[in-house]
């Protein structure tokens, strides 16, 4: 019975091990300081999740793991409920990049991915709303897709626009050059 519970607890730490193994030291050394701050103000998180954000950037394709455990730390902190949704669909009007393909959002409720015509034919485009913290899109396709359900918004900022996808948060940049390294 001893020897079980001690192989349980030896399982137990190589697990936690494993899965702190593909976390970067710099990742843990960023939630330390987060956590540590008795009552964090929404500036604090915004600090906190932009030093996520950058240090993703960081990491090549080879070191996807060591995004994924930032990713899993990013979704942790979504944006508040009670923000100012007026506020947030201006400042999502404009040219956005992902590490696939731009995008120009644009006042009127409408995106579109660039370039907007490409040998006569129009890029995929779509709608958009903002609602609290929770970011609505569609693409006009035929068959129409079915309502867009939201996803949570995690940080929208004049440079950087990041929102949870339900499976992995989405990360762009203001303007027309994302930083990936291969």
Same mark, same amino acid.
């Given at each position: 019975?001893?020897? &079980? ?8 730490? /190589? ?5 702190? /193994? ?8 960023? &939630? ?5 701050? /008795?009552?964090?103000?929404? /500036?604090?998180?915004? &600090? ?8 993703? $950037?960081?990491? %090549? ?11 899993? $730390? ?7 409920? $009670? ?13 956005? %990049? ?21 040998? #006569?034919?129009?890029?995929?485009? #779509?709608? +958009?709303?903002? $609602? ?17 359900? #939201?996803?949570?918004? =995690? =940080? ?10 339900? =499976?992995?948060?989405?990360?762009? &940049? ?5 930083? +990936?390294?291969?």
């Amino acid at each position: 019975m001893l020897l &079980r519970g001690i192989a349980t607890l030896v399982f137990a730490a /190589a697990c936690a091990s494993a899965a702190s /193994a593909d976390e970067p030291k710099q990742l843990v050394e960023l &939630r330390s300081r987060f956590e540590a701050i /008795a009552h964090p103000t929404e /500036a604090d998180r915004v &600090r906190y999740i932009m030093s996520l954000v950058r240090l993703r $950037e960081s990491f %090549t394709r080879a070191d996807y793991k060591k995004m994924e455990a930032i990713d899993t $730390e990013v979704v942790k902190h979504p944006m508040p409920s $009670e923000v100012d949704s007026a506020d947030l669909r201006k400042r999502i009007v404009g040219q956005w %990049t992902s590490p696939r393909h731009s995008y120009l959002y644009r006042a009127n409720g409408t995106w579109t991915m660039l370039p907007e015509f490409e040998d #006569g034919m129009q890029a995929t485009h #779509g709608v +958009w709303h903002i $609602e609290r913290n929770t970011f609505f899109q569609n693409a006009l396709v035929k068959p129409p897709e079915p309502p867009d359900r #939201g996803e949570t918004m =995690i =940080i929208l900022t004049d440079t950087d626009f990041v929102w949870s996808t339900h =499976i992995a948060p989405y990360y762009m &940049r203001r303007g027309d050059v994302y930083p +990936w390294r291969d």
